[in-house]
C-alpha cells in the first residue's frame, strides 16, 4: 500500500482520534509524477521485489513509498514552481545490499518514469535477523526527526480550551529511512520553560520505537502561560553517542480574564444620538489574562448601559477582543452619569475571572444633540481701522460639544464703494473638523472670533457687514449671522 511519507503523521491521528481527513488534489499542471519498479535478477528474468522501501527526498521534499506485489513505487507531489527541482531516490530493502542513490531533476506537470532498480541479495547477513553484527533491515539511529503537528498552541488548564496535543517523533538512520523494529530503542523526553513550573508535563516520559520507527508522547498544559521547549533523545549503546531532536516548541496561553488587562473603549467617545434613534457606536472590549495574553476565543463578555441599547453579550475573539454595538434611543442619558449633566450615559461590561471574581469596567459616552450657535455680543461695530472681538458657543442643546468631524465656516460679506478698497476680514474659528471632545470648554464648545477693519488707512466711512457663521455635521446643520458695520467714527 502506498503512502505519502507526509501522510504517514495524518495516519496517525488518524488512528487516536477516530476521525478521517480529506485531501484536496491541486490542479494537474502542478503535479509531479515518479514512477518506478524495484526486481531482483534470477535467470536473465526481472523478478519483482516486495516492500522494498524507496525515498524521495530534496531540499523541500521527504516522501517513502513502499513497492507492492509487482513491485512498482509511485510519487506525486505539487511543485508550485517553473524552477527544476534536483531530487533523489534512494532504494533499500532488509537482506539486500544497498543500492546508490539516483538523482534527476524534475518540472511542475511532468511525469517521470524510471529505470528498474536491480537488488542483489546481501549474503554477508542472515535474512531476517539472526548471526552476528548489526541486525540487517536498517542502520544505526543516527537523527531524530519531529513529525507533528506543525504548529502546537495549548490553552492553560481549566479555561475550557485545548490543554493536550499528540506529538511525533521518527528516528532515522544515516540515510534517513526510519530505523526497522530490529533497531528499535528507547526514547526519552525532555521538556523546559516557565509553563513546567505550573504542571505542565509530557506523558510518557519515555517511549520505545515501533516498526516504523516512531515514538509518539502527549504534551499537557499546566496553570501557567508561556512556551515549552520539548527535546527527544536517544542514548545509542553501541558507542555512548546521544542522538538529539531540534527543540519543539509548544505555546501555552489563554487564561482567565484578569481585571489589570481588561479595557473597554468606543469608537467615538462623542456621540451624535440624543435626538436620533438606532444611530449606532461600537464599543471594544479588550480581555486578557494575568500574563498579558489574550484569553480563551470565546469568552463571554457582558454588555449594559444607562442610555439607549445595547447588545446584551458577545464572545471574544482570537486575539481576546469583543465588539458591542450601541444604539441611540430611549433612554435618553439626561442625568444618569451623576457629576457630569444631561447627555452623558454610562456603557457597562464584564465577564468572570478566577476563583469567580467579577472581571469590569466601564465608559462615559455623550450622546450630544442637535446643534446651536450662540455669538456676544450680537452685532457689529468696529471703529475705523479698528476690531471687534466675539465670544462664540458652538454646541449642542446640552451646551457640549458637537460630534467628530463638524465642520465651522465662518464668512464676511461687504459691498464697498466702486472704486474703492474698503475691505473686512473675519477670523479665530477653527477651520478643520472638531475632534472627538467629550467635555466642553475652550477648543471645543468655546471660541473667539475677531472682526477686523482691513482697509489700509482704515475704512474712511461706515461700511455695512455681514458675518455668516454655517455649522455642518451629524448633530444637524445651523446658520447664524452677525449684522453692523466696520469704519465707524
Given at each position: 500500500?502506498?503512502?505519502?511519507?507526509?501522510?504517514?503523521?495524518?495516519?496517525?491521528?488518524?488512528?487516536?482520534?477516530?476521525?478521517?481527513?480529506?485531501?484536496?488534489?491541486?490542479?494537474?499542471?502542478?503535479?509531479?509524477?515518479?514512477?518506478?519498479?524495484?526486481a531482483e535478477r534470477k535467470q536473465n528474468m526481472d523478478i519483482p521485489v516486495q516492500d522494498a522501501q524507496v525515498r524521495l527526498?530534496?531540499?523541500?521534499?521527504?516522501?517513502?513509498?513502499?513497492?507492492?506485489?509487482?513491485?512498482?513505487?509511485?510519487?506525486?507531489?505539487?511543485?508550485?514552481?517553473?524552477?527544476?527541482?534536483?531530487?533523489?531516490?534512494?532504494?533499500?530493502?532488509?537482506?539486500?545490499?544497498?543500492?546508490?542513490?539516483?538523482?534527476?531533476?524534475?518540472?511542475?506537470?511532468?511525469?517521470?518514469?524510471?529505470?528498474?532498480?536491480?537488488?542483489?541479495?546481501?549474503?554477508?547477513?542472515?535474512?531476517?535477523?539472526?548471526?552476528?553484527?548489526?541486525?540487517?533491515?536498517?542502520?544505526?539511529?543516527?537523527?531524530?526527526?519531529?513529525?507533528?503537528?506543525?504548529?502546537?498552541?495549548?490553552?492553560?488548564?481549566?479555561?475550557?480550551?485545548?490543554?493536550?496535543?499528540?506529538?511525533?517523533?521518527?528516528?532515522?538512520?544515516?540515510?534517513?529511512?526510519?530505523?526497522?523494529?530490529?533497531?528499535?530503542?528507547?526514547?526519552?523526553?525532555?521538556?523546559?520553560?516557565?509553563?513546567?513550573?505550573?504542571?505542565?508535563?509530557?506523558?510518557?516520559?519515555?517511549?520505545?520505537?515501533?516498526?516504523?520507527?516512531?515514538?509518539?508522547?502527549?504534551?499537557?498544559?499546566?496553570?501557567?502561560?508561556?512556551?515549552?521547549?520539548?527535546?527527544?533523545?536517544?542514548?545509542?549503546?553501541?558507542?555512548?553517542?546521544?542522538?538529539?531532536?531540534?527543540?519543539?516548541?509548544?505555546?501555552?496561553?489563554?487564561?482567565?480574564?484578569?481585571?489589570?488587562?481588561?479595557?473597554?473603549?468606543?469608537?467615538?467617545?462623542?456621540?451624535?444620538?440624543?435626538?436620533?434613534?438606532?444611530?449606532?457606536n461600537n464599543i471594544l472590549v479588550q480581555v486578557g489574562d494575568k500574563y498579558s495574553n489574550p484569553v480563551h476565543q470565546g469568552?463571554?463578555?457582558?454588555?449594559?448601559?444607562?442610555?439607549?441599547?445595547?447588545?446584551?453579550?458577545?464572545?471574544?475573539?482570537?486575539?481576546?477582543?469583543?465588539?458591542?454595538?450601541?444604539?441611540?434611543?430611549?433612554?435618553?442619558?439626561?442625568?444618569?452619569?451623576?457629576?457630569?449633566?444631561?447627555?452623558?450615559?454610562?456603557?457597562?461590561?464584564?465577564?468572570?475571572?478566577?476563583?469567580?471574581?467579577?472581571?469590569?469596567?466601564?465608559?462615559?459616552?455623550?450622546?450630544?444633540?442637535?446643534?446651536?450657535?450662540?455669538?456676544?455680543?450680537?452685532?457689529?461695530?468696529?471703529?475705523?481701522?479698528?476690531?471687534?472681538?466675539?465670544?462664540?458657543?458652538?454646541?449642542?442643546?446640552?451646551?457640549?460639544?458637537?460630534?467628530?468631524?463638524?465642520?465651522?465656516?465662518?464668512?464676511?460679506?461687504?459691498?464697498?464703494?466702486?472704486?474703492?478698497?474698503?475691505?473686512?476680514?473675519?477670523?479665530?474659528?477653527?477651520?478643520?473638523?472638531?475632534?472627538?471632545?467629550?467635555?466642553?470648554?475652550?477648543?471645543?464648545?468655546?471660541?473667539?472670533?475677531?472682526?477686523?477693519?482691513?482697509?489700509?488707512?482704515?475704512?474712511?466711512?461706515?461700511?455695512?457687514?455681514?458675518?455668516?457663521?454655517?455649522?455642518?455635521?451629524?448633530?444637524?446643520?445651523?446658520?447664524?449671522?452677525?449684522?453692523?458695520?466696520?469704519?465707524?467714527?
Amino acid at each position: 500500500m502506498k503512502k505519502y511519507f507526509t501522510y504517514l503523521f495524518i495516519a496517525i491521528l488518524t488512528i487516536l482520534f477516530g476521525c478521517k481527513e480529506e485531501t484536496i488534489q491541486p490542479p494537474e499542471n502542478l503535479l509531479v509524477k515518479i514512477l518506478g519498479k524495484v526486481a531482483e535478477r534470477k535467470q536473465n528474468m526481472d523478478i519483482p521485489v516486495q516492500d522494498a522501501q524507496v525515498r524521495l527526498s530534496s531540499s523541500s521534499i521527504n516522501m517513502i513509498d513502499s513497492t507492492d506485489n509487482e513491485g512498482n513505487y509511485y510519487f506525486e507531489f505539487k511543485l508550485d514552481t517553473t524552477q527544476e527541482l534536483s531530487v533523489t531516490l534512494t532504494v533499500r530493502k532488509e537482506g539486500y545490499k544497498d543500492l546508490s542513490p539516483l538523482s534527476f531533476s524534475v518540472r511542475a506537470g511532468n511525469t517521470y518514469p524510471v529505470p528498474t532498480f536491480i537488488l542483489e541479495l546481501d549474503t554477508t547477513t542472515t535474512i531476517g535477523g539472526g548471526g552476528g553484527g548489526t541486525p540487517p533491515g536498517s542502520g544505526m539511529p543516527q537523527t531524530i526527526a519531529y513529525m507533528g503537528p506543525q504548529t502546537i498552541d495549548l490553552k492553560v488548564y481549566g479555561v475550557g480550551g485545548t490543554e493536550t496535543a499528540i506529538i511525533v517523533y521518527e528516528v532515522r538512520d544515516s540515510l534517513g529511512f526510519p530505523i526497522s523494529i530490529s533497531q528499535r530503542d528507547t526514547v526519552d523526553f525532555a521538556l523546559e520553560g516557565p509553563p513546567v513550573l505550573g504542571g505542565a508535563y509530557v506523558s510518557p516520559a519515555w517511549a520505545i520505537t515501533n516498526a516504523s520507527g516512531r515514538v509518539a508522547t502527549t504534551v499537557n498544559s499546566g496553570t501557567i502561560a508561556g512556551v515549552l521547549q520539548i527535546v527527544a533523545l536517544l542514548h545509542r549503546e553501541s558507542d555512548g553517542k546521544i542522538v538529539t531532536s531540534t527543540p519543539t516548541r509548544v505555546v501555552i496561553n489563554a487564561g482567565l480574564p484578569d481585571q489589570n488587562h481588561f479595557s473597554i473603549g468606543p469608537t467615538q467617545f462623542n456621540f451624535a444620538a440624543y435626538n436620533w434613534v438606532g444611530r449606532t457606536n461600537n464599543i471594544l472590549v479588550q480581555v486578557g489574562d494575568k500574563y498579558s495574553n489574550p484569553v480563551h476565543q470565546g469568552t463571554a463578555v457582558y454588555f449594559n448601559t444607562t442610555g439607549g441599547v445595547i447588545t446584551a453579550a458577545r464572545y471574544t475573539d482570537i486575539k481576546g477582543q469583543v465588539t458591542a454595538t450601541l444604539y441611540s434611543g430611549n433612554p435618553l442619558p439626561y442625568y444618569d452619569a451623576p457629576g457630569y449633566g444631561p447627555g452623558y450615559a454610562w456603557v457597562y461590561a464584564q465577564t468572570i475571572g478566577e476563583n469567580g471574581v467579577v472581571v469590569k469596567d466601564s465608559v462615559i459616552i455623550l450622546f450630544s444633540g442637535l446643534s446651536t450657535i450662540s455669538v456676544f455680543p450680537t452685532s457689529i461695530n468696529i471703529p475705523r481701522g479698528g476690531s471687534q472681538t466675539f465670544a462664540v458657543n458652538i454646541s449642542d442643546q446640552h451646551g457640549n460639544p458637537l460630534a467628530p468631524g463638524t465642520r465651522i465656516a465662518t464668512t464676511i460679506e461687504f459691498s464697498p464703494p466702486e472704486g474703492t478698497n474698503w475691505a473686512a476680514k473675519v477670523g479665530g474659528l477653527p477651520d478643520e473638523p472638531l475632534g472627538d471632545y467629550l467635555f466642553r470648554g475652550p477648543g471645543r464648545t468655546d471660541f473667539i472670533m475677531t472682526v477686523v477693519d482691513a482697509t489700509p488707512g482704515g475704512t474712511p466711512d461706515s461700511m455695512p457687514v455681514v458675518v455668516k457663521i454655517a455649522v455642518t455635521g451629524s448633530n444637524g446643520n445651523v446658520t447664524a449671522f452677525l449684522y453692523g458695520t466696520v469704519g465707524n467714527p
